[in-house]
């Protein structure tokens, strides 16, 4: 008879976390045409490991990171702001377009040790897709010459993505995090790590 009972308790807990399961969407890119990272063949033989990171408060965002690019490569970070009254989890898990217009950002260059460290404020009534990149057109000329031109010498690497930028086509490297604002269920305010798809984005 005990059998019975842990038994229908264990069918009644899977029944209640089938009725409750969240289904992620991929986030968007910033350009409107590109291609997912899975689709993108790594055609060069130099690949770019970027580990990114932020912490936050109610005012700023602390971008810092370890890559392996060269000392004087430049990094981009940015805030995007997602619609007012966006749904909470739409924000997690990057079901709804950012808005392209409402980006602000900045840039950084990579120390000698490899780190960078950049800050940016924020707003604490908005929602934000928050974001770390490499974009070889930002590029000084002896960063160039090992990635290309336009990165077409960047291996295969996490968060590899493909962009445009007055009619050429770039590859680069796009990590991404969600921002809610405090006031919201879904609101962490500590740190994100961050990663090619929102969805994946975790505290740490």
Do not use: H
């Not at 060069?44 to 408060?57: C, F, M, N």
């Not at 120390?111 to 908005?126: C, F, H, M, N, S």
């Amino acid at each position: 008879m005990g059998k019975l009972k842990v038994l229908a308790a264990l069918v009644s807990v899977l029944l209640l976390l089938s009725g409750c399961r969240v289904i992620w969407v991929n986030p968007p890119l910033e350009a409107a045409d590109a291609k997912p990272q899975a689709d993108i063949p790594a055609a060069g033989i130099e690949p770019i490991d970027i580990q990114a990171y932020v912490q936050y408060d109610k005012r700023k965002i602390v971008f810092r990171g370890e890559t392996n690019l060269p000392e004087g490569a430049v990094i981009e970070v940015s805030l995007t702001q997602f619609p007012e009254g966006t749904d909470p989890l739409n924000v997690t898990n990057g079901s709804v377009d950012p808005l392209p217009d409402t980006k602000i950002g900045d840039t950084g260059e990579v120390a000698e040790d490899g780190t960078y460290l950049i800050v940016l404020q924020r707003d604490p009534e908005k929602q934000y897709q928050i974001s770390t990149q490499f974009r070889p057109e930002q590029q000084p000329p002896q960063v160039k010459e090992t990635y290309g031109e336009t990165g077409e010498n960047i291996g295969k690497s996490e968060g590899l993505s493909e962009y445009e930028v007055d009619g050429t086509s770039y590859r680069g490297i796009a990590l991404y995090a969600p921002l809610n604002n405090v006031d919201e269920p879904g609101y962490y305010m500590g740190k994100w790590n961050l990663k090619p798809e929102q969805k994946d984005a975790r505290p740490y």
